[in-house]
């Protein structure tokens, strides 16, 4: 099926991007919204993403057998990311009935620990942060918080901090986990763990 949706080899941008966003919605209507996600690759090509099998639509678009292979791979490989940011999600949660300094540290440790996974994944190329910035609201959503104030409280504790091509300082990625646990629960996360 996505063989046939190829765009010609002459095919310009605004093809390319048609193509793209066709597959994505296929892609979403058929497995569900987790799929939105396939493309968002490594670099400037693909916005900061973690995908490595898909670099930008000038790139990877080509001939019709083999950009359907490039896409299934890539959808593969996103799926594999979330499959192990849900792991993590669970491992990092704070547990049920955890006083707000229990609550404050597994905060604070979430967001230091999921900011270096993401680095880690996407090289701090362009745009990384952003990736960080929707898994740490995933993260918060994953542990009941609204998705709208969990993406206020990851845009009060980023607050443009991080930048493309550079790994923040661990003092930065430090201020910035401890901002936003101090922020949800009004308490400074316990060091001495």
């Known amino acids: 099926m996505i063989a046939s949706m190829v765009p010609p080899d ?12 066709e597959v994505t919605a296929l892609l979403a209507t058929r497995y569900g919204r987790w799929a939105c996600g396939w493309h968002w690759a490594v670099g400037e090509g693909g916005g900061g993403g973690v995908v490595t099998h898909w670099c930008c639509n000038s790139h990877s678009i080509g001939r019709p ?11 593969l490989e996103w799926r594999d990311w979330l499959e192990e940011l849900a792991e993590r ?13 229990d609550h404050s540290w597994h905060l604070e440790r979430a967001a230091t620990r999921l900011v270096t996974v993401v680095m880690d994944r996407t090289g701090a190329e362009c745009g990384w942060y952003g990736l960080y910035h929707t898994v740490l609201t995933w993260f918060l959503s994953s542990t009941g918080m609204g998705a709208e104030d969990a993406k206020n409280a ?22 910035v986990g401890e901002d936003l646990a101090v922020d949800l629960t009004g308490v400074q996360p316990y060091r001495e763990r």
């Open 154 to 175: 990851v845009d009060t504790a980023i607050g443009g901090r991080f930048k493309s091509w550079t790994a923040p300082s661990r003092t930065l990625i430090d201020a």
């Open 10 to 21: 002459d095919a310009g941008w605004e093809e390319k991007y048609r193509f793209t966003t």
């Open 65 to 75: 057998a083999a950009t359907a292979a490039k896409v299934v791979a890539s959808l």
């Open 89 to 101: 999600f669970e491992q990092l949660a704070p547990p049920a009935g955890a006083n707000a300094e």
